[in-house]
């Protein structure tokens, strides 16, 4: 009798999160560019303080496309930011204050909950060094495609990658 209790909870369990992961969709809504080279004529035009490699500040957002309340749990996340480039994937976690610090969050049907938050996208890495000297167009045009953010909730089993940047903007 306990173990098709245990068996019967793992399974409604289970079936929940996966259907939060269903209702829940994360996009990015832009993306603001800094910090980076553009190299014309071989002139290089630079901000004064790009020795760290392009930034990227990201605006997202998390919509409930469901017909019911969905809940998250912002302070028990981790949020990522990923892109390929070669075949390899890279990794740098993002904190999204003041997001991060907030216990619950309760998503009404088709509501959204914004966040951002940046990083320098090559700063440990061995790209910073190999791209530096040319500019980081060619890179940045590789890389852009395929930047995800991640949002997940270990405790709740909830992962939810971005599937759509709806705007990038060069910042001067």
């Given at each position: 009798?306990?173990?098709?209790?245990?068996?019967?909870?793992?399974?409604?369990?289970?079936?929940?999160?996966?259907?939060?992961?269903?209702?829940?969709?994360?996009?990015?809504?832009?993306?603001?560019?800094?910090?980076?080279?553009?190299?014309?004529?071989?002139?290089?035009?630079?901000?004064?303080?790009?020795?760290?490699?392009?930034?990227?500040?990201?605006?997202?957002?998390?919509?409930?496309?469901?017909?019911s309340n969905v809940i998250l749990n912002p302070s028990s996340?981790?949020?990522?930011?990923?892109?390929?480039?070669?075949?390899?994937?890279?990794?740098?976690?993002?904190?999204?204050?003041?997001?991060?610090?907030?216990?619950?969050?309760?998503?009404?049907?088709?509501?959204?909950?914004?966040?951002?938050?940046?990083?320098?996208?090559?700063?440990?890495?061995?790209?910073?060094?190999?791209?530096?000297?040319?500019?980081?167009?060619?890179?940045?045009?590789?890389?852009?495609?395929?930047?995800?953010?991640?949002?997940?909730?270990?405790?709740?089993?909830?992962?939810?990658?971005?599937?759509?940047?709806?705007?990038?903007?060069?910042?001067?």
């Amino acid at each position: 009798m306990t173990q098709k209790f245990s068996t019967c909870f793992l399974v409604i369990l289970l079936i929940s999160v996966i259907n939060v992961n269903a209702q829940v969709k994360l996009s990015i809504s832009e993306i603001v560019l800094s910090n980076y080279k553009i190299i014309s004529n071989k002139n290089i035009v630079s901000n004064k303080h790009d020795t760290d490699g392009p930034y990227a500040l990201i605006y997202c957002k998390l919509t409930n496309e469901s017909n019911s309340n969905v809940i998250l749990n912002p302070s028990s996340s981790n949020i990522y930011l990923t892109y390929n480039l070669k075949g390899v994937t890279y990794k740098k976690e993002l904190i999204a204050m003041p997001f991060v610090d907030q216990n619950k969050i309760c998503l009404r049907e088709k509501e959204e909950a914004s966040f951002s938050a940046g990083d320098h996208l090559l700063l440990s890495t061995s790209l910073l060094a190999e791209y530096e000297n040319v500019g980081f167009n060619e890179i940045l045009l590789q890389i852009l495609p395929t930047i995800r953010v991640v949002y997940n909730e270990e405790d709740n089993g909830l992962s939810i990658s971005s599937d759509l940047i709806e705007k990038v903007t060069l910042k001067k």
